[in-house]
């Protein structure tokens, strides 16, 4: 790989850390407050952050990057589901990305962007929605509208619901367009200052370390066939006929990942789902066929957010790190893992004051003016790790005694530089060389 690509991956991973950390502060905020739309809230901040860079850094493809590398590792956290955060901000990186690239860099792009951004935000949920609950989900939300506008007296065609939602998302994409852009302008016409940081950071690739966990990569694919059939089956046979099956697979799961299932022993998770079955039992005639739909809903959600646990959780295995590098994805590998480490560094230094919340465009200019910081630490690192010595020469020109040389010279000079290896000694006798 050249020096511009890897530029730009280093670039990306600057990006990607910073947009994975503000998923971090603002998402656990929306998510533990339950707002609606939490994730429209998170796409606007996402396209007004991405607008602003756009304005610092223009390589080529580097937000369709940027976001791969956000994707993953928000989809790698430990209490992550992977295809929520996997999907949604891989769609909007890419559509950020073909916006700059038709329109360029300007308020066009940036409107453009931010309306398709937040009409795939919607788009997303309704999808996450129908996965989680099954297609049951839209004939009870359905029925409970209906209901609530009889008990409301209120007269809202469905059609008139749509025209108001579809005018606000308009709206919210202008708007997070015209802020990304008076930010990244803003970020232009600022000096450079210089902030506050934790001088102690240091970048650690850490992604895959290994841990206290038997990795079965076989796993992965064992996991997404049994979900396939699973929500097949619960779609096609009478719930008493296939219960126990998933409950023993369920078992299974607990069993083996029960430390990483962590959305399950939330209360709120639970109250959720049982609020759910009552809303279905309530609105449905037949109260017995409402509560088997509840009761099937309800195992498919605690389901699909187990597996995807679990497949999070392989993904992990230091074979798909092997697999990463085999396949001419160690750039991908390597990045990911500085973007990783720097998220700690990164929250600790926008989220240090109560300013993070009253002022997000404000925490978004800091985050932007760290990426210079973070750049230069990433490359650092690159070098470091990306410099290799070949200490080559003819038989008995004293390669050994040099090395041995400058290992003395290293811990006499550097003794902070952890040094380790092995020196093959040759072995000589009359004259001869007969082993090491």
């Known amino acids: 790989m050249d020096y511009k690509q890897q530029e730009t991956w280093l670039k990306a991973a600057v990006i990607g850390s910073i947009w994975a950390a503000f998923e971090i502060v603002f998402g656990g905020l929306f998510h533990s407050l339950r707002l609606p739309f939490a994730g429209t809230f998170l796409t606007f901040f996402a396209i007004v952050l991405l607008s602003g860079f756009s304005y610092k850094w223009n390589d080529k493809n580097l937000f369709i990057k940027?976001?791969?590398?956000?994707?993953?590792?928000?989809?790698?956290?430990?209490?992550?589901?992977?295809?929520?955060?996997?999907?949604?901000?891989?769609?909007?990186?890419?559509?950020?990305?073909?916006?700059?690239?038709?329109?360029?860099?300007?308020?066009?792009?940036?409107?453009f962007a931010g309306i398709l951004a937040m009409f795939s935000a919607i788009i997303h949920k309704i999808v996450s929605i129908i996965l989680l609950y099954?297609?049951?989900?839209?004939?009870?939300?359905?029925?409970?509208?209906?209901?609530?506008?009889?008990?409301?007296?209120?007269?809202?065609?469905?059609?008139?619901?749509?025209?108001?939602?579809?005018?606000?998302?308009?709206?919210?994409?202008?708007?997070?367009?015209?802020?990304?852009?008076?930010?990244?302008?803003?970020?232009?016409?600022?000096?450079?200052?210089?902030?506050?940081?934790?001088?102690?950071?240091?970048?650690?690739?850490?992604?895959?370390?290994?841990?206290?966990?038997?990795?079965?990569?076989?796993?992965?694919?064992i996991h997404t066939l049994l979900l396939i059939l699973a929500l097949f089956s619960l779609e096609v046979f009478p719930l008493l006929y296939i219960i126990l099956p998933i409950l023993v697979y369920l078992s299974f799961l607990i069993y083996r990942y029960g430390k990483?299932?962590?959305?399950?022993?939330?209360?709120?998770?639970?109250?959720q789902l049982i609020i759910i079955m009552l809303i279905t039992v309530w609105i449905w005639q037949d109260k017995t066929q409402g509560l088997l739909i509840g009761l099937k809903m309800v195992l498919r959600a605690i389901l699909v957010?187990?597996?995807?646990?679990?497949?999070?959780v392989e993904l992990k295995n230091p074979l798909v790190k092997a697999l990463l590098y085999?396949?001419?994805?160690?750039?991908?590998?390597?990045?990911?893992?500085?973007?990783?480490?720097?998220?700690?560094?990164?929250?600790?230094?926008?989220?240090?004051?109560k300013k993070v919340l009253l002022s997000p465009l404000g925490?978004?200019?800091?985050?932007?003016?760290?990426?210079?910081?973070?750049?230069?630490?990433?490359?650092?690192?690159?070098?470091?790790?990306?410099?290799?010595?070949?200490?080559?020469?003819?038989?008995?020109?004293?390669?050994?005694?040099?090395?041995?040389?400058?290992?003395?010279?290293?811990?006499?000079?550097?003794?902070?530089?952890?040094?380790?290896g092995i020196i093959a000694h040759g072995i000589d006798k009359n004259g001869e060389r007969f082993g090491f």
């Open 66 to 111: 940027a976001g791969l590398i956000a994707a993953l590792m928000r989809s790698l956290m430990p209490t992550s589901v992977i295809l929520g955060p996997l999907i949604g901000i891989l769609l909007e990186a890419f559509i950020f990305q073909i916006s700059i690239n038709i329109f360029k860099r300007n308020i066009v792009a940036f409107a």
């Open 134 to 221: 099954g297609f049951d989900i839209v004939k009870v939300l359905e029925n409970l509208y209906f209901v609530l506008l009889r008990v409301s007296h209120l007269k809202l065609p469905v059609n008139q619901l749509i025209i108001i939602v579809t005018v606000a998302y308009i709206f919210g994409g202008l708007l997070a367009g015209l802020t990304g852009k008076y930010l990244g302008e803003s970020i232009l016409k600022a000096p450079k200052i210089n902030q506050k940081i934790d001088e102690k950071w240091e970048v650690k690739n850490t992604l895959f370390d290994i841990q206290h966990f038997k990795y079965q990569y076989i796993y992965i694919i």
């Open 260 to 271: 990483s299932l962590r959305r399950l022993a939330k209360p709120l998770f639970w109250f």
């Open 305 to 312: 957010v187990s597996v995807f646990t679990a497949i999070s």
């Open 326 to 353: 085999r396949r001419g994805y160690a750039q991908l590998y390597a990045t990911l893992g500085l973007a990783t480490s720097a998220v700690p560094f990164i929250l600790k230094n926008i989220s240090k004051d």
């Open 363 to 420: 925490t978004m200019r800091k985050a932007i003016h760290l990426s210079d910081l973070l750049l230069t630490e990433f490359q650092e690192y690159s070098q470091q790790k990306n410099n290799i010595f070949i200490i080559s020469g003819a038989v008995r020109s004293g390669k050994t005694t040099f090395l041995k040389e400058l290992i003395r010279l290293l811990k006499q000079n550097q003794a902070h530089k952890k040094i380790g």
